[in-house]
């Protein structure tokens, strides 16, 4: 029997693992990529709970959406990368330190 | 609006309008500080002549004339009660003459102001405020009312003397502005002490009246000073003594007294001659006011048991004063410590207790009033002329400048105590009183009269030495040709200014009763107020 | 265990496998590649949730979309920054970044915690749902009611998603126009 | 002009003495350009004219009458302008009238051509005004104030040529010898007031005055006190020892000046003084101005012998007759004392008009012949008799008067007090006799030096080099007064009898009844002694001076130390003048150093203690806040690299956060 909870365990796994690509990474993409994990592991757990949800299908529906905003927010990110990468001829964030005191 | 208070707030219209005109009619501030002064000094003529001579005074809302009373300021306080300030003004005959007095000296003054260059607007507007200040001392009834017109005085002449003053005046200003302070922050302990010990019969309430603290009827028993019932003691000493003496000092350094005075030789010295004229003409006569309104008439108990002391300094700052002059040579400062000996006379004259005594000491207060003020304008006449007042340095000036060696000689003379002049009443009657004293049984001995005539004999000492030295004898100079051409003689202003305040030395000297009879029925009342504790 | 929570577990297994090596791999090219594995068991995951739609969606705009994006944008840059992001050098797999890592386990902790906290407490609107059998069952037709769904209670924010990704595409590509020669 | 005759004598007199008033007052005002002194000569004449016919005839001899106009009130007192009019003070306003109008008409040409003649005028009308109204005060304190009026116009005149060094240092020092008998005078005012509470002498010495009524000890120690103090006035007014420094300096003024009031009247005031509060003096008071006045009789005359100064001379000769009048009140006496006044008034104001003549002229001589010589040195003179005949024999005239030769007004009143002392001292007791012999003493050297100074100036031939064209007479606005005070010298203005001073009219008329007996044949022998003893003296002085048998040395100590008055003058400077002086610098050192040095010592411990605190707040208070905030500064240097600008360490601060709140809520 597949509980809810396995998918949370899941969701939580992929969650932290995105959540770690974003801090420890060096590199703009790879921080890119460790948003979509975390997003994809929200997502499941929309999927997961709206399975107790038949009236509004809440879950589902924002999980579509969620969907359609990742796909946005990568190419936002990428157009983001590409220009940094033009302006600082790096994306490696650890360089890109103009916000430093 | 009664006509004390148009008295005391006229001089705050003169600042308000010398403050919001424009510095391009700067010229126009001297004449608006005149007008307004002339018509206050013809105001309080008015008042002169309006004057019941028969009134008491001292300590009966009833032998008050012009009074004024409006509740100012009702708090409640709750657990502590209601909170009275009144605006209580009024005049009896110790206060009317210096009113007078204070009219005229401030006219003086402004005469002499006449030549002030430096940032005439803050200048006259300052001197106009302290006019104020100073009518609304001689007028206050409340004690409130009274310590806030007394330390409104300060501010201004804290900046007149510290900013028109001489080379040293920063010193100056602030020995006399913290010697003052020094008293009068210690006035209002007692001053609170007092609020708390006496309660206003009508309302129920504690006040600030002076009349009421002068009742012993109105004290709480066993308040801080009551009468009955008192057991407070601070170091030793009773509460109502210890009332006394704080308040005796503060007026004392006013007066001044001789082991306080030593802000007076410093602050003539360097405050500009209107300052000056100021200082000695008014400003001395608020420390005797104050001692005969406030000390003598709210603890005539205390005043009656210390009077051998007062009598004691009066002499000793008699002496002290007249050797102090004898040995200067600066003329200002001879001047001013003649003031001092001066003063001492009032002292005297108030502790002896007797009618004459203390007539002769608020005549001898209206005499210096205007001859000392007559005299530091004569300092600054030659002051202004060379800048330079050291007596060595002139010589013969009779020759050179007669009309104003006659002016000097005149008011040397009149302030020596020559008859015919107001001071010889003042002091003739101080050292009748003081030595009708013990007669009286007041507690002054007979000395303190004989040293006080001694003091007589130095001031003519000191003044004949001064005339004879800058004025008799070949016209010799310091600065040569050059002072010779810079030291004319008097001209029409100074004369104007000069003559009306000789003139009435001479008018009082020969007609003391314009003064005596105004102040008869006060001083007998207030003599047997006190001397029901002798 | 039958073949529903084999398959469960292998997706699960698969998904955060490929992810851990998303994340240790050195090679930029490589991890994109593993991610795309990730992505694909994430789907097969979804439909162990009878959400259907959103499993084919997630592989047609993720790995349809998404992927082949950041490959194409990965692989038509220029010349640089492919060896910037090759970065071939050094190990084949990064060590891990041990703050990073504590943080992360942090998190993983805390979400596990609250999990088995929530296990004892689950919020009012599921256990009525799950009273009332308003639960999503595989024999549903998702598809038809999605639709409805969108067209009727959601067409506000299915609105604005429009725009909104019309003007995040817009802006992408005016971002990533070759710059103006002043 | 019949109401005009009819003023009242209350009202002439105060007119008598309103007068020169009014003209001090014209004269004031008019000031430079009025030099002529014409109000001041109107006025005296007015006043003696008015003084003689309405005052002193018609109140001489008859009732007295006083006057009181409410003047000021002080407490329950009411002081009045009083006049009192009776014989003695009638007489003495007379006298002072008679005295001043010849003064005022010598002036005028003895005067003439001095710059400031109109301030002349003006001082000498002030004091004929404060000298009248001193003589009919009834009130003591308007007597007081009279009193130091005429100290303050003779103030003015001694120093009335300012620019001499030695006159302004003489007038200062008059003023202040006078200060102290002034004072004496008001401590006297104090006593009888505080003891009669009353100024008012008829109240108080009225025919049942205060003083009479039983109430008062009249040997009480505070009346003994006011005796010596109103003789410590008259003492310094009347130039007794030892505070008659001030006389022989004041000669320093025009000499016009010092015949009014360094020789006839101001000085005499002292006596006039004592005359009208006698019934006050008990007997301690008595002795003592009895020794006062003898010892400054003889001293006086002792110092006159060593004086070659003119004018100083006679001015240490009205010393000397000060004294015989001071000894005259002391003994009960004071009519002969008055007497002596009225008579000496005359004499010794001619002895100084002719020696103002004789001055003048020589110091034309001076001027003229270019020489440098003090035209008041008797030893420049000599032999003027040829030149000034007239004032040579008014000034013999007067000289007789003052050694009591018969036929003149000094004899009379000289034997009256040297009689009545006689007789005083006889009753009294031996030791007492000491006085009276003092007093012949004296008379004969008044004798022999008023012969040596008519010798040494008539006699002989002049000492200075002459153009003897320019010595004469005076002008005859100066030798008509001169005449007749000459003529008011001799014995028939006073009496009848030229040898017996019974008959005199003024003491007859000023009763007083003599607490000794009369001795008769005193009567004779002292005329006879004193005028033998004079002429004894005058026949020594003719030899030494006229014939040159001149028998001392003349630079001998004696000499020296009677010229400078055994040299008190200094004496006085060093005890009591630099000591005063010397007190004022140690006050002044004691207040500039110890007083104000506290006041500042107590600024500086003020300020130090502030340094203190303020050490305190700088390193300990603030160094806590300073502490703190570099604390903070160091923490946050310290947690800066947090600011590193690397976005995903912002991350993972962030999240870090969010970490451990969700833990505290969760522990929570």
């Known amino acids: 029997m597949i509980t809810l909870t396995h998918f949370l365990v899941v969701s939580a796994c992929i969650f932290c693992i995105g959540l770690y690509t974003v801090i420890a990474k060096r590199n703009a993409i790879m921080i890119l990529i460790g948003i979509e994990l975390m997003i994809n592991a929200a997502i499941l757990n929309f999927v997961a709970f709206s399975k107790y949800d038949k009236i509004n299908y809440g879950g589902q529906v924002f999980a579509l959406f969620a969907i359609v905003l990742a796909a946005a927010s990568v190419a936002v990110g990428l157009a983001i990368i590409l220009n940094v990468y033009r302006h600082y001829k790096t994306i490696n964030p650890d360089n890109i330190t103009d916000l430093r005191d | 609006m009664g006509l004390l208070s148009l008295l005391i707030f006229l001089p705050l219209l003169a600042t308000v309008l010398i403050l919001l005109l424009p510095a391009t009619l700067r010229q126009s501030y001297k004449y608006i500080a005149l007008g307004f002064t002339v018509v206050q000094f013809v105001l309080s003529g008015w008042l002169y002549s309006q004057f019941d001579n028969a009134a008491t005074g001292i300590n009966q809302a009833n032998g008050f004339q012009f009074l004024e009373q409006l509740p100012w300021i009702r708090l409640d306080l709750g657990s502590l009660g209601q909170l009275e300030i009144d605006y209580f003004v009024g005049v009896d005959g110790v206060s009317l003459p210096l009113l007078v007095l204070s009219a005229f000296v401030m006219l003086m003054a402004i005469g002499a102001s006449w030549n002030i260059t430096k940032s005439t607007k803050g200048y006259f507007s300052l001197l106009m405020l302290l006019n104020m200040a100073v009518m609304g001392i001689f007028c206050a009834l409340d004690f409130f009312l009274f310590y806030i017109f007394y330390e409104v005085m300060l501010l201004p002449l804290y900046f007149l003397i510290g900013i028109w003053g001489g080379t040293n005046r920063e010193y100056a200003a602030i020995k006399f502005f913290i010697y003052t302070l020094f008293g009068s922050v210690f006035m209002l302990l007692i001053i609170v002490g007092l609020y708390f010990s006496v309660v206003n019969p009508e309302t129920g309430a504690n006040t600030f009246n002076m009349l009421h603290m002068m009742n012993p009827n109105n004290y709480v028993d066993g308040s801080f000073f009551a009468y009955l019932n008192n057991y407070y003691e601070v170091l030793g000493i009773p509460a109502r ?257 000069l003559f009306p305040t000789l003139a009435l030395a001479l008018l009082l000297g020969v007609m003391p009763s314009l003064v005596f009879d105004k102040m008869n029925a006060t001083v007998l009342n207030l003599v047997s107020l006190v001397s029901q504790y002798l | 265990m039958n073949l529903e929570v084999f398959l469960f577990y292998a997706f699960a297994v698969l998904a955060i496998g490929s992810a851990l090596l998303v994340v240790s791999l050195k090679n930029t090219a490589r991890a994109l590649f593993l991610f795309f594995i990730t992505l694909f068991s994430m789907a097969g995951l979804f439909l162990f949730a009878l959400a259907d739609f959103v499993a084919i969606t997630q592989i047609m705009v993720y790995v349809g979309g998404v992927l082949i994006l950041m490959i194409f944008a990965f692989m038509l840059s220029n010349k640089e920054l492919l060896a910037d992001l090759q970065n071939i050098s050094g190990s084949f797999i990064s060590l891990p970044n041990w703050q990073s890592l504590l943080l992360a386990l942090g998190f993983f902790a805390v979400i596990l915690l609250g999990l088995k906290e929530w296990n004892n407490d689950m919020p009012d609107w599921m256990l009525s749902n799950i009273k009332s059998g308003d639960i999503i069952s595989p024999n549903d037709n998702n598809i038809h009611q999605l639709g409805i769904k969108f067209m009727t209670q959601y067409v506000l924010p299915f609105e604005v998603i429009s725009i909104f990704l019309l003007m995040a595409l817009i802006g992408a590509a005016h971002l990533s126009r070759k710059e103006d020669t002043q | ?173 008059a003023f202040l010898i006078n200060r102290i008998g002034d004072l004496g005078f008001l401590i006297g005012l104090a006593i009888l007031f505080s003891t009669f509470g009353t100024l008012d002498l008829v109240e108080i010495l009225g025919k049942d005055g205060l003083l009479f009524q039983e109430v008062i000890d009249h040997n009480s120690g505070l009346i003994t006190g006011a005796g010596i103090c109103f003789f410590l006035g008259a003492m310094a007014k009347s130039a007794q020892f030892p505070l008659h420094l001030w006389l022989p300096d004041a000669m320093e003024g025009p000499t016009s000046v010092s015949s009014l009031i360094h020789a006839a009247t101001m000085v005499a005031a002292g006596v006039f003084l004592l005359s009208s509060i006698f019934p006050l003096f008990n007997c301690t008071v008595l002795l003592i101005i009895a020794i006062i006045g003898t010892i400054t009789a003889i001293t006086a005359a002792i110092f006159a012998l060593g004086q070659y100064d003119i004018k100083k001379i006679l001015a240490f000769s009205t010393i000397s007759q000060l004294g015989y009048m001071m000894v005259a009140v002391s003994i009960g006496a004071w009519d002969a004392g008055m007497f002596h006044l009225a008579t000496h008034a005359f004499f010794k104001c001619l002895l100084f008009l002719s020696a103002g003549a004789v001055i003048h002229e020589m110091a034309h001589l001076k001027a003229h012949t270019h020489q440098d010589f003090d035209p008041q040195d008797l030893r420049n003179m000599g032999g003027l008799r040829q030149y000034m005949p007239k004032t040579f024999l008014l000034m013999s005239l007067a000289s007789l008067a003052l050694a009591g030769f018969p036929l003149t007004s000094g004899f009379l009143s000289k034997d009256a007090i040297v009689i009545s002392a006689f007789e005083w001292a006889l009753q009294q007791g031996d030791l007492y006799l000491v006085v009276p012999i003092i007093l012949v003493l004296v008379s004969i050297l008044t004798a022999f030096y008023i012969g040596r100074l008519i010798f040494k100036a008539f006699f002989g031939t002049l000492r200075v080099n002459a153009d003897h064209a320019h010595l004469h007479d005076a002008p005859k606005t100066m030798l008509i007064p001169m005449a007749f005070l000459g003529i008011c010298s001799l014995f028939i203005i006073f009496s009848w009898n030229p040898f017996s001073y019974a008959n005199a009219a003024i003491l007859n008329v000023l009763v007083v009844n003599y ?130 600008g690397r976005l995903q360490n912002y991350l993972g601060f962030t999240l870090t956060m969010v970490l451990i709140g969700i833990i505290y809520l969760i522990l929570k």
């Not at chain 2, 004949?464 to 051409?485: D, N, S």
């Not at chain 4, 009776?86 to 010849?102: D, E, W, Y």
């Not at chain 4, 500039?592 to 203190?612: E, H, P, R, T, W």
């Open chain 2, 241 to 497: 003594m210890l009332g006394f003496i704080v308040l005796f000092i503060a007026f004392a350094i006013k007066v001044p007294i001789v082991p306080l005075h030593t802000w007076l030789p410093d602050a003539h010295v360097e405050a500009p001659t209107p300052v000056s004229i100021i200082l000695a003409g008014i400003l001395l006569k608020i420390g005797g006011y104050g001692i005969i309104r406030v000390c003598y008439s709210i603890f005539p108990d205390a005043a009656a048991d210390a009077n051998w002391w007062l009598g004691l300094i009066g002499a000793v700052s008699i002496l002290y004063g007249a050797l102090n002059a004898l040995a200067q040579k600066d003329l200002k400062r001879l001047i001013a410590y003649s003031s001092v000996s001066h003063m001492g006379f009032v002292l005297l004259g108030v502790a002896s207790l007797t009618a004459e005594g203390i007539s002769g000491a608020l005549f001898q207060m209206i005499s210096h009033g205007f001859l000392s003020a007559a005299l530091f304008f004569l300092v600054g006449v030659i002051y202004d002329r060379v800048h330079d007042r050291y007596i060595y340095n002139f010589r013969g000036l009779a020759t050179h400048m007669p009309a104003y060696t006659g002016f000097v000689a005149v008011a040397f003379f009149a302030s020596l105590g020559l008859p015919g002049f107001s001071a010889f009443i003042g002091e003739a009657f101080v050292i009748i009183g003081t030595f009708n004293a013990e007669s009286v049984g007041t507690g002054i001995p007979r000395w303190m009269a004989i040293a006080g005539s001694v003091g007589i004999l130095l001031s003519a000492a000191y003044l004949l030495w001064t005339l004879q030295r800058m004025f008799f004898g070949q016209t010799r100079f310091k600065g040569g040709e050059e002072w010779a051409t810079l030291l004319t003689d008097v001209n029409t202003r100074e004369r104007i200014i």
């Open chain 4, 1 to 173: 002009m019949n109401y005009l005759l009819n003023i009242s004598p209350i009202v002439a007199s105060m007119l008598v003495v309103l007068l020169p008033f009014l003209a001090f007052l014209m004269q004031a005002l008019l000031g430079k350009k009025f030099t002529s002194g014409i109000f001041s000569l109107v006025a005296i004449v007015l006043s003696t004219i008015l003084s003689g016919l309405f005052v002193f005839a018609e109140v001489w001899n008859a009732t007295p009458l006083q006057a009181d106009y409410s003047w000021f009130t002080i407490g329950e007192k009411t002081f009045c302008f009083g006049i009192l009019l009776n014989n003695l003070t009638v007489l003495m306003q007379f006298i002072v009238c008679i005295i001043a109008l010849p003064v005022h008409i010598y002036s005028k040409s003895y005067m003439k051509g001095d710059a400031g003649i109109h301030r002349y005028w003006m001082y000498l009308s002030l004091f004929c005004f404060a000298m009248l109204g001193l003589t009919i005060s009834k009130n003591l304190l308007m007597m007081y104030i009279f009193w130091e009026l005429v100290g303050f116009a003779s103030y003015l005149l001694i120093g009335f040529w300012f620019t001499k060094e030695s006159a302004v240092q003489a007038n200062k020092k």
């Open chain 4, 515 to 644: 607490t000794f007996p009369e001795i008769h044949f005193l009567h004779t022998i002292v005329p006879v002694t004193l005028t033998a003893s004079a002429l004894l003296s005058w026949w020594i002085g003719y030899n030494w001076y006229v014939k040159g048998k001149y028998p001392l040395n003349a630079s001998s100590s004696w000499i020296h130390l009677a010229q400078n008055q055994f040299g008190m003058n200094e004496w006085m400077m060093k005890t009591f003048v630099s000591p005063t002086v010397k007190l004022g610098k140690i006050s002044f050192w004691f207040d500039k150093y110890i007083v104000d040095g506290l006041v500042n010592g107590a600024s500086y411990l003020i300020k130090q203690l502030s340094g203190l605190i303020t050490w305190i707040d700088k390193y300990i208070v603030d160094g806590i806040v300073n502490a703190v905030a570099y604390l903070a500064y160091e923490l946050g240097n310290a947690l800066r690299f947090v600011q590193n």
